[in-house]
């Protein structure tokens, strides 16, 4: 016989098109919300150590092109990230030990290159406009306080960034190892690539 006294069970599910009721946990402070997320990116770094790391080539051996990989590879050694960037054909002039001389920029072709006044390729051309423009890009550079190419290698190297010359490039251009900077890796795209692929940002500038 059932148990007339014993209340009907109540439904706490919503009705239909109503938002789920939500409960408060006044023991729950902003910190401990904070504590929680930076618990959850933590683990989420030891599932997958890859999304610490990146993988930069630079290929190019210009003076406005040597910024932007030394640039990158600084801000992402910033937040923690290890990283490595691969120096590979005209690259290797930013690790060159005379890469004062060697990093140049060329106004001929170049129609981005901010300038005073608009120059004809036909004057871009002419002797000593090499050596102008890139002084005159240095001196930008240095008005507003940028870094120079010496100093981002050695903010990199204390940031323990890898630098890696691209040895088949090396001994194509009959360079030697003495004549790069200290510190500096050598090894093949092969050994570059094993670890690259494991990166999760992989750049090439």
């Known amino acids: ?29 902003g910190e401990d919300v ?15 150590p890859a999304t610490r790391t990146a993988a930069i080539i630079a290929s190019k051996g210009t003076l406005d092109w040597a910024y932007p990989p030394l640039i990158l590879a600084n801000a992402a050694a910033a937040v923690g990230m290890d990283v490595s960037v691969f120096f590979t054909f005209y690259g290797l002039n930013i690790i060159h030990k005379d890469a004062a ?20 390729d036909i004057i871009s051309s002419l002797p000593g406009m090499v050596p102008m ?3 005159m890009m240095r001196s930008k550079f240095a008005k507003k306080h940028v870094a120079t190419i010496g100093e981002l290698l ?46 999760h940002v992989t750049l090439f500038v």
Not at 10 to 15: E, G, I, W
Not at 34 to 48: K, Q, S, Y
Request: glycine share 4%; charged share 30%; with cysteine.
């Open 34 to 48: 904070r504590r929680i997320v930076r618990e959850e990116i933590e683990r989420a770094f030891r599932r997958d």
């Open 133 to 135: 423009a890139s002084a």
């Open 154 to 199: 050695a903010t990199a190297q204390e940031a323990e960034v890898r630098l890696i010359a691209c040895q088949m490039t090396v001994d194509v251009f009959g360079y030697t190892e003495d004549e790069f900077i200290d510190g500096v890796e050598f090894a093949g795209a092969a050994a570059f690539m094993a670890r690259a692929r494991r990166a």
């Open 101 to 120: 001389r060697k990093l140049k920029i060329d106004p001929v072709g170049n129609p981005a290159m901010p300038m005073p006044v608009r120059i004809p």
């Open 1 to 29: 016989m059932p148990d007339e006294t014993r209340p009907a069970p109540t439904s706490t599910l919503p009705a239909v098109g109503e938002p789920p009721a939500v409960t408060a946990d006044p023991a729950v402070t």
